[in-house]
């Protein structure tokens, strides 16, 4: 069902060696695996017909090809603040290896040494937002998990840390929106295969 607002569509990037094993992947700027890369061709036909104002990407390899292989690189902007959680000491390992020299840690509570703290996210994530109600049209981002995560948390007006409930797969759309004004911002739709 569309809607009578503005639309902001949300894609995380396709599949990468690191998304596929675990590993946090923050600034670290890895490549699409093969099936990455066709999860990122078939976004195509799933966005179609949809009128997109502006395509906004994360700078990373893996969310600006993987809009390129959707189809949107020519119209993709690199915005900065649309970047991955820096994990700093945890870049590139697991949360069972995490949980192993640190029990209880949780990411969206807890933050990352020599990293970023959910707050940290949250102010890039508001700075996003600040953006998409200045616009006030259709928009269609790529980037990645977590700061997608945030990114819907303080869209809805909830703390940074509250991304922690909603879970984003590879390839996936997610939509925010409104409900029945523009001051009832709302999940549309979520994790979309």
Not at 21 to 50: C, F, N, Q, V, Y
Not at 63 to 88: F, I, P, Q
Not at 90 to 112: M, S, V
Not at 166 to 188: K, N
């Amino acid at each position: 069902m569309m809607s009578a607002f503005p639309e902001i569509y949300l894609v995380r990037h396709g599949e990468t060696e690191w998304s596929a094993s675990g590993k946090h992947t923050g600034l670290t700027d890895m490549p699409l695996t093969d099936a990455g890369e066709a999860a990122a061709r078939k976004l195509a036909g799933r966005l179609e017909g949809i009128g997109f104002s502006a395509v906004w990407s994360s700078p990373s390899q893996r969310a600006y090809n993987t809009a390129v292989l959707a189809g949107y690189g020519s119209a993709a902007a690199k915005k900065a603040e649309l970047s991955e959680w820096d994990y700093g000491a945890y870049e590139g390992i697991t949360t069972k290896q995490i949980l192993a020299e640190r029990p209880g840690w949780q990411l969206f509570r807890d933050g990352c040494p020599n990293g970023e703290a959910a707050s940290d996210v949250g102010l890039r994530a508001d700075t996003i937002i600040s953006q998409l109600r200045e616009v006030n049209a259709t928009i269609l981002i790529f980037s990645s998990s977590h700061f997608l995560r945030v990114l819907a948390a303080r869209w809805l007006g909830l703390s940074p840390e509250h991304g922690a409930n909603f879970v984003l797969d590879t390839a996936s759309i997610s939509v925010l929106g409104y409900e029945h004004d523009l001051t009832e911002p709302v999940i549309r739709r979520w994790n979309q295969k």
